[in-house]
């Protein structure tokens, strides 16, 4: 946690020591200490953490080792000290990103088992807000923590409670559409969740002054994915409880956005479904009417969170909001694209992308624009239909999704697309292994700093 000073006795310093400027931090250790971290070959090599005792056997500090000084997460090493309290001491170059790491760093998904409560302390930086940083932390453990949740945990019904919840915490209203109402007014949400036993159902949270600027959020919320009828081999089947991955980053940044009360009229739209394996479930080659009334043929019932997406961007975009914005655990070609850290970005808005591009490297939350190619937009032709939700060919298939979301948005001043991973596959410092928030910090900075909060 982050504490004020006055909570501190004696808080330890932390130091970041760069691998090029460890000799020269060294030297000017004290003999035992600089003996101590010889002994046990610290030499500021990126992941090396060493707590340098007290006479009396306390830590008296830290060094973290940062190699090329490249990883603004490194502070997250400090989780491992339980009980303890820590002060930031030399050479950390954005204390802001320094104290977000600390706490991500306390991170754990502890829903199934116990863990110990004992926690690390960090004095808060001066000239950091502190406040500010608690809240994205926080958001970003919702994130996490929605993602985490096994699938036989987390419905459809489930995420709309837990929309509700977060409503319920900001004053914001909640109106869920199911039943019949989603099979007329939204039918291709309605069938990839026709053969699950759990309804799928769209949840609409919106929140702020109704004359401000709005802001919509579109999530994908298909809480598990077998691929239906094409099936998903097992392999690729065992991360799908995170294919609700993009309306937890909905939720995530809808709460930063509350949180900090900034002035605009945010929109959540979350299309939530489970795509099983039933006699309800739709088939390759059925022709689905959209909200949008285009008739879209189906290509592969294992690319179903385009079809959730494009008809609640139909609903929002109806609205012509100033900026409308949706996230989805969507293409694996993305990913082959740009790997798990790299979320793709689409936009027709070039001053937006560079915005949010430069956005991004400020807070440490990287997105990659990929272009909206229009000589790919026939790839999706249909002969019996307007359109095939997938492509005729093997290539680009993160660009031809975008291209046919983007099929459904005619009215908002400023749309962008986020194809992403939503996931860790491996534990770094800040960065556990499971569910993890992309992009949605960068659009938070974005989004605070053009309304003037």
């Known amino acids: 946690m982050i504490v004020g000073r006055h909570e501190a006795e004696r808080p330890a310093p932390v130091h970041s020591v760069p ?31 060493l707590a340098l005792p007290d006479v009396a056997g306390r830590i008296a500090m830290v060094l973290v080792g940062t190699g090329d000084d490249s990883d603004p997460f490194a502070a997250a090493a400090l989780a491992r000290f339980p009980g303890a309290t820590f002060a930031l001491g030399e050479n950390w170059r954005d204390p802001t990103a320094a104290t977000l790491a600390f706490l991500l760093g306390l991170y754990r998904y502890d829903s199934y088992k116990t863990v110990p409560e004992r926690t690390a302390k960090l004095v808060a930086p001066e000239g950091v807000d502190a406040v500010d940083v608690r809240r994205v932390a926080r958001a970003v453990s919702l994130t996490r923590d929605l993602i985490n949740t096994p699938a036989n945990d987390l419905g459809p019904a489930e995420l709309a409670d837990a929309a509700q919840a977060l409503a319920r915490e900001y004053a914001a209203t909640v109106e869920i559409t199911d039943g019949e109402d989603l099979e007329t007014g939204f039918p291709m949400i309605a069938a990839v969740g026709a053969a699950s036993n759990r309804p799928p159902l769209l949840i609409d949270m919106t929140w702020g002054d109704e004359s401000a600027p ?167 032709k249909s002969e019996i ?48 292994k499971g569910g993890e928030a992309q992009a949605i910090r960068a659009l938070y900075h974005w989004l605070a700093v053009r309304y003037g909060a």
């Open 19 to 49: 691998k090029a400027k460890s000799e020269d931090f060294l030297a000017r250790l004290s003999r035992e200490h600089a003996a101590f971290a010889e002994a046990n070959g610290f030499d500021g090599s990126a992941g090396q953490v």
């Open 214 to 380: 709005k802001v919509t959020l579109v999530g994908k919320g298909v809480v598990f994915d077998t691929g239906g009828l094409d099936i998903k081999p097992a392999s690729a089947m065992l991360l799908m409880k995170k294919d609700m991955g993009g309306a937890a980053q909905a939720l995530g940044l809808a709460q930063m956005i509350m949180d900090a009360d900034l002035p605009i009229r945010l929109r959540v739209l979350i299309g939530a479904a489970e795509n099983a394996i039933g006699s309800a479930a739709f088939r390759p080659g059925d022709v689905l009417r959209s909200r949008k009334g285009l008739s879209v043929e189906i290509g592969n019932t294992d690319a179903e969170g385009r079809l959730v997406l494009a008809d609640a961007l139909t609903y929002a975009d109806a609205e012509a909001p100033e900026l409308l914005i949706d996230f989805a655990t969507l293409t694996g070609a993305a990913r082959v694209a740009l790997g798990p850290d790299l979320p793709a970005m689409f936009t027709h808005d070039d001053v937006l992308a560079q915005e949010l591009t430069v956005s991004g490297e400020d807070v440490h939350d990287p997105v990659w624009r990929l272009p909206l190619w229009p000589r790919y937009d026939k790839w999706l």
């Open 385 to 432: 239909a307007d359109v095939n939700h997938i492509s005729s060919q093997a290539f680009a298939g993160s660009i031809t999704a975008a291209l046919f979301l983007n099929r459904f948005v005619a009215e908002a001043h400023s749309y962008v697309h986020f194809d992403l991973y939503a996931w860790n596959g491996e534990a770094r410092p800040g960065r556990p």
